[in-house]
T-cell receptor, first 115, second 114 residues
Framework: AQSVTQLDSHVSVSEGTPVLLRCNYSSSYSPSLFWYVQHPNKGLQLLLKYTSAATLVKGINGFEAEFKKSETSFHLTKPSAHMSDAAEYFCVVSDSGAAGNKLTFGGGTRVLVKP | EAQVTQNPRYLITVTGKKLTVTCSQNMNHEYMSWYRQDPGLGLRQIYYSMNVEVTDKGDVPEGYKVSRKEKRNFPLILESPSPNQTSLYFC?????????????FGQGTRLTVV
């Protein structure tokens, strides 16, 4: 069975400072991992994905994430937060053992960016 | 433009009155699914479909029905809605046979059952 834990439900940062969103996963097989962002009253947009190629994955809007198998982690980072980064972020896992290649979501991390 | 379209975006209804939320995708994806989003719980899968006429339960299927008569459409049916089904609903689609492909999501339907 697969599962995802996002370690912080809320993160508050000042504009221009780094952002770190933590994600740990559990998977019985080689997983694919994704980060999605949800802005208020919007659908979910893909930020980046890990698919067993490079362990450091670069995404849109300056975000990147590093897959660490030994730590079962896939933390999301951005060097310098912008006001437009205020949103909710979801870490998602999919593995080949899940029925229908199911996506399993973490509980989400809401990011507040202070001016 | 590749997209998943849900309707309606907002819906307020009364307990017991049947309703349908429609979902359509234009990417020829085999796999479609419905999720509900509740605070602190992330998105939980309600039902999914791996192709036409093939549907299966997700993690929280009670009180919901789906159908997949055409590849592009995957409606969600609430036969007798109850207040605990008040939630934000998302439809998604992806290629089912490629584990590492991302899902595309609709804009969401905010349902309130009073």
């Amino acid at each position: 069975a697969q599962s995802v834990t996002q370690l912080d439900s809320h993160v508050s940062v000042s504009e221009g400072t780094p952002v770190l969103l933590r994600c740990n996963y559990s998977s019985s097989y080689s997983p694919s991992l994704f980060w999605y962002v949800q802005h208020p009253n919007k659908g979910l947009q893909l930020l980046l994905k890990y698919t067993s190629a490079a362990t450091l994955v670069k995404g849109i809007n300056g975000f990147e994430a590093e897959f660490k198998k030994s730590e079962t982690s896939f933390h999301l980072t951005k060097p310098s937060a912008h006001m437009s980064d205020a949103a909710e972020y979801f870490c998602v896992v999919s593995d080949s053992g899940a029925a229908g290649n199911k996506l399993t979501f973490g509980g989400g991390t809401r990011v507040l960016v202070k001016p | 433009e590749a997209q998943v379209t849900q309707n309606p975006r907002y819906l307020i209804t009364v307990t017991g009155k049947k309703l349908t939320v429609t979902c359509s995708q234009n990417m020829n994806h085999e796999y479609m699914s419905w999720y509900r989003q509740d605070p602190g719980l992330g998105l939980r899968q309600i039902y999914y479909s791996m192709n036409v006429e093939v549907t299966d339960k997700g993690d929280v299927p009670e009180g919901y029905k789906v159908s997949r008569k055409e590849k592009r459409n995957f409606p969600l049916i609430l036969e007798s809605p109850s207040p605990n089904q008040t939630s934000l609903y998302f439809c998604a689609s992806r290629h089912w046979d490629r584990m590492n492909t991302e899902a595309f999501f609709g804009q969401g339907t905010r349902l309130t059952v009073v």
